[in-house]
């Protein structure tokens, strides 16, 4: 084993020197587009969690500061207890709490409106990979969500573990300038798959 290494030649940085960065513009796709191309991959970027005892606001907070509006909700061995959207937070669940049991807002938990595991659908990669990007448009319109997970199930164990989700709203992002603007804005995504296919 070799243990000494010769010196690998450097230079001063220069003054003004910019730094490499993901592109602001998402890649465009079309409806026929790998689904997989508009997958948020957790392999490459990090989901952004909140436990289950953290105050509903905080979690909203959360997502603002990292421009998401979903949050895995795990426990404290890692494992995911549920999810909670931001349409969860600003919606009817927190003021029908505080109605109900006379809580104030602030006391309320993420762990008391989020969404819980046997109510999560998801989606197998084995079945992502050969989709395209109208069968998530349609799936989530026909779940009336706005997000959806991708679990990869261990074939031995049958464990499953979430890869990645898929986002309306990064969708939307991805789609080009002339089908968004050829259909008005009170289509829906999956109205525009209807029409073009």
Request: a negative charge; glycine letters at 4%; aromatic letters at 4%.
């Given at each position: 084993?070799?243990?000494?290494?010769?010196?690998?030649?450097?230079?001063?940085?220069?003054?003004?020197?910019?730094?490499?960065?993901?592109?602001?513009?998402?890649?465009?796709?079309?409806?026929d587009?790998?689904?997989?191309?508009?997958?948020?991959?957790?392999?490459?970027?990090?989901?952004?969690?909140?436990?289950?005892?953290?105050?509903?606001?905080?979690?909203?907070?959360?997502?603002?500061?990292?421009?998401?509006?979903l949050?895995?909700?795990?426990?404290?061995?890692?494992q995911?207890?549920?999810?909670?959207?931001?349409?969860d937070i600003?919606?009817?669940?927190?003021?029908?709490?505080?109605?109900?049991?006379?809580?104030?807002?602030?006391?309320?938990?993420?762990?008391?409106?989020?969404?819980?595991?046997?109510?999560?659908?998801?989606?197998?990669?084995?079945?992502?990979?050969?989709?395209?990007?109208?069968?998530i448009?349609?799936?989530?319109?026909?779940?009336?969500?706005?997000?959806?997970?991708?679990?990869?199930?261990?074939?031995?164990?049958?464990?499953?573990?979430?890869?990645?989700?898929?986002?309306?709203?990064?969708?939307?992002?991805?789609?080009?300038?002339?089908?968004?603007?050829?259909?008005?804005?009170?289509?829906?995504?999956?109205?525009?798959?209807?029409?073009?296919?």
């Amino acid at each position: 084993m070799k243990n000494e290494f010769a010196e690998l030649p450097h230079i001063p940085l220069q003054p003004g020197t910019l730094f490499e960065h993901p592109p602001t513009n998402p890649e465009l796709v079309h409806l026929d587009s790998p689904a997989i191309e508009v997958m948020t991959d957790f392999r490459y970027v990090k989901p952004i969690t909140v436990t289950p005892n953290a105050p509903i606001d905080e979690a909203l907070d959360k997502m603002k500061i990292y421009g998401v509006r979903l949050l895995l909700v795990t426990d404290e061995a890692g494992q995911i207890a549920g999810l909670i959207t931001a349409r969860d937070i600003q919606g009817e669940a927190p003021i029908q709490v505080v109605n109900d049991e006379r809580v104030p807002r602030s006391n309320i938990t993420v762990a008391r409106i989020m969404s819980r595991p046997a109510a999560i659908a998801v989606l197998d990669m084995i079945s992502v990979r050969g989709a395209e990007v109208g069968h998530i448009i349609e799936i989530l319109n026909h779940l009336q969500r706005q997000h959806i997970l991708v679990v990869e199930t261990d074939e031995h164990s049958g464990n499953q573990r979430v890869r990645g989700l898929f986002s309306l709203t990064q969708i939307s992002k991805q789609l080009p300038d002339e089908l968004q603007e050829r259909y008005p804005s009170t289509h829906t995504l999956a109205q525009i798959v209807r029409d073009v296919t």
